[in-house]
């Protein structure tokens, strides 16, 4: 037998087998997670589904409940209660104790359907971003200034989608280039089109989801050295080969011997504050080495910016709601103000929150997020804060797939909590669209959203970033006019 009839038996029999395992699991409703996202009859064999079961979806974007907070470090938390998700007691919307299902919920108010950016008033001619639209005004009238954005998100904004679209309009219409802020490591690092990363697979990774004691930036991890390691990072924002960029490192406290090698080159590291920013390089390259081998020293990431400008710094961690920043030391989230100041935060978190079709209750997210939100503005004093509201989600109800029943319960929750936190409100579920939007970005061609109806594609995400600046643009705007 030729090698072409060996090649072609070879791919006859894996099909058939993978075609057999396929029909297997459907038939006898078995399932093993890593098949489960590549079945081949998935699409085309329909299985019963009971009511309310949704679409297979990340594991990682399970919150874990009750998330684990420490209450002595929530600055502004008056006791342990008032962060501890309780069980959602029957929700005082449903009509005559109707089942789930079939409940009907109040209708969002007018203010926070809009693609506005509101504090929620009645005057709607009210700037709600004050101290970030001054700083756009100083940089129209030519002051050399920084304007720094952190966005801070789910995996919405995985691979610095949304936040991408974001920062290079706001660049084109107020100035200012590079990438910003790039970690040490990323699982999406391959997957991140404005920045190519590359690094040693030693890197010890800890984060959110496996420590609790470590000084974790606003990203939620830290790196340490195994050894040996390093990482290269290039900027793909910028094109032209003219303008300089500073390249920052970002780091933890270190010892008097601490250093990195920049491009081969031994660079000090004298910081010992909790947190530290220093400058390692300033010139036209658009990429950059680093090594070490100092086993103690925490690493965060490196940043890449023009000297003045609008900085977009994207910060997505997958499966997260935003209450794990109460474990956030609160002096060493003050010790980045000092060093690397913000003049807007977004929080943009939801889609973990709901991920089970028949929730309709949210009372204890906004008790839970209450004192996070106030130790961040607290620790942040100057920045003006943005509460995003989560986007459309979809699952699949006995009438097929439609937006979760509890939706806008949670935008409703969302809302209350800007309102009650002195935070702006802008809601991604009325920039999609509103009801049932998420079905049609799935379903639309070209798609907007994946299938799993969770997750907008990149060109829906690229919509959603045009749709977010035009709505901080004229927020900005409201400051001359008034």
């Not at 340490?224 to 924002?237: A, Y």
């Not at 973990?352 to 620790?379: G, L, S």
Request: proline share 4%.
């Amino acid at each position: 037998m030729n090698a072409n009839k060996r090649v072609f038996f070879f791919i006859l029999f894996s099909l058939i087998l993978y075609s057999l395992v396929s029909y297997l699991t459907l038939a006898y409703k078995k399932s093993w997670d890593p098949f489960t996202r590549i079945n081949l009859l998935s699409d085309i064999i329909s299985s019963k589904k009971v009511p309310g079961d949704p679409l297979p979806d990340y594991k990682q974007e399970q919150v874990d409940l009750p998330p684990d907070i420490d209450p002595a470090d929530t600055l502004l938390a008056k006791n342990q209660d008032t962060i501890v998700p309780v069980k959602p007691k029957a929700d005082s919307t449903i009509v005559n104790h109707q089942p789930v299902n079939n409940v009907q919920l109040s209708k969002l108010p007018e203010n926070i359907s809009r693609k506005d950016i509101t504090l929620l008033t009645e005057d709607s001619t009210q700037v709600a971003l004050t101290h970030f639209a001054a700083k756009l005004a100083e940089l129209k009238k030519g002051k050399k200034i920084k304007v720094r954005i952190a966005y801070l998100g789910d995996s919405m904004i995985e691979g610095d989608l949304l936040s991408q679209t974001l920062r290079t309009l706001l660049q084109q219409a107020y100035g200012g280039k590079g990438v910003g802020f790039v970690p040490i490591t990323s699982q999406v690092a391959q997957f991140r089109r404005t920045a190519v990363a590359t690094f040693s697979n030693g890197w010890k990774d800890l984060n959110f989801k496996n420590t609790k004691k470590q000084h974790l930036f606003l990203s939620g991890h830290v790196f340490f050295s195994s050894g040996n390691d390093w990482v290269r990072v290039k900027d793909n924002t910028t094109k032209d080969t003219v303008s300089t960029l500073e390249k920052y490192i970002f780091y933890g406290s270190s010892n008097d011997s601490s250093f990195v090698s920049v491009n081969k080159k031994i660079f000090p590291l004298e910081g010992k504050r909790l947190f530290n920013r220093d400058l390692l390089l300033n010139d036209k390259r658009k990429s950059i080495t680093i090594s070490t081998s100092d086993m103690k020293l925490p690493l965060y990431g490196l940043s890449f910016e023009s000297e003045h400008g609008v900085i977009v710094d994207n910060f997505s961690f997958r499966g997260i709601s935003g209450l794990e920043f109460a474990r956030i030391n609160a002096d060493f989230l003050r010790t980045i103000d000092e060093e690397n100041p913000y003049d807007l935060i977004i929080f943009q978190y939801g889609v973990n929150v709901m991920y089970k079709p028949d929730d309709i209750n949210f009372n204890w997210y906004k008790r839970a997020a209450t004192p996070v939100i106030n130790k961040m503005k607290a620790c942040f004093p100057t920045a003006d804060f943005l509460i995003v509201g989560t986007g459309d989600r979809a699952f699949r109800y006995p009438e097929g797939y439609r937006s979760a029943i509890g939706i806008e319960e949670l935008i409703k929750v969302q809302a209350s909590l800007a309102l009650q936190t002195n935070c702006a409100f802008y809601s991604l579920y009325a920039a999609m669209g509103g009801k049932n939007s998420m079905v049609d970005w799935a379903t639309q061609s070209p798609s907007l959203a994946n299938k799993d109806y969770v997750h907008p594609n990149a060109l829906g995400a690229k919509i959603l970033g045009k749709h977010l600046f035009e709505a901080l643009h004229k927020d900005a705007n409201k400051l001359e006019d008034n």
